[in-house]
């Protein structure tokens, strides 16, 4: 059985995202397909993606893929090395709220493996409010191991 982080630390040891980028404060749930994490940190007055105080709903896109670099972690097999992704696309993008600075409780966010090979994942995401009510939805592409550009 498989020991899931439980705190920003633990979270950051896994993936590229450090400080105050780590979004994501614990894993509630992770298996080989899909991945359901927590978070407080979209109230956070200093966030990093916030312009002027405000927290776009966008940003929740940002939540999704931390949650899908966690779950590429956790589900390495013993002797392979994880490989740096970039997000290539998202689709059906659906945003229920304008801000996510606004929801008074904490953040679940939620990403399943819909396919994937060694040069790209897709997953699909749900960020939702504590109670369950959707707040976005959509679909990641992500390529592997892609040089970007100097």
Do not use: W
Request: hydrophobic share 45%; with cysteine; charged share 25%.
């Amino acid at each position: 059985m498989k020991i899931l982080p439980t705190t920003p630390a633990a979270i950051a040891r896994l993936i590229p995202h450090q400080g105050r980028m780590c979004l994501l404060q614990s894993v509630l749930e992770c298996s080989p397909a899909r991945i359901r994490c927590r978070t407080r940190s979209h109230r956070d007055a200093d966030h990093p993606l916030a312009c002027e105080g405000v927290l776009r709903s966008a940003a929740a896109i940002e939540y999704a893929a931390q949650a899908m670099a966690l779950h590429g972690a956790l589900n390495l097999r013993e002797g392979v090395i994880g490989r740096p992704g970039y997000i290539a696309s998202a689709r059906d993008v659906r945003l229920h709220v304008p801000r996510l600075d606004e929801v008074a409780g904490e953040l679940l966010v939620e990403a399943e493996n819909l396919a994937g090979n060694e040069r790209q994942v897709a997953y699909r995401f749900a960020v939702r409010e504590e109670a369950g009510q959707p707040l976005v939805e959509g679909r990641v592409t992500v390529v592997l191991d892609t040089a970007l550009p100097a």
